[in-house]
């Protein structure tokens, strides 16, 4: 983690990218959103409702940092550093609710999909 923190922006670029873009676990949650909202039966503007809505809260963990910069510029880097401690002393509660909470979003879905076609 030390690490990261000495990249530079086209490195950070890169790395962004790198476990955004091609992470396996990003790219089964997207495609699980997507076929929920395929499939759902809503008329279309709902459906680009439903993706807008998934693609902001999906970028929730980028905008408010940013927002948090241009906003608060003389108390963002402190409040940056507290969160970033926060979240590495946490990382594993965060990471478990947060995989728990998924898995019974689509736990529900799945039960709501069989109960549809039953």
């Known amino acids: ?5 000495s990249f530079s922006p086209g490195h950070s670029l890169g790395l962004g990218f790198l476990l955004g873009g091609l992470s396996p676990k990003l790219l089964l949650l997207t495609g699980a959103a997507v076929v929920t909202l395929v499939t759902a039966g809503y008329d279309r503007l709902l459906r680009l409702l439903g993706l807008i809505l998934y693609v902001l809260i ?18 963002a880097s402190a ?8 979240l590495i002393d946490h990382q594993s509660r965060v990471l478990g609710a947060g995989s728990i909470l998924l898995g019974l979003l689509l736990v529900v879905s799945a039960l709501e999909s069989a109960a549809v076609l039953a």
């Open 1 to 5: 983690m030390r690490r990261v923190d």
């Open 79 to 86: 409040r940056l550093a507290a969160w970033k401690a926060w």
């Open 58 to 75: 999906a970028s929730l963990p980028i905008l408010i940092p940013v927002a948090l910069v241009i906003l608060q510029r003389d108390r």
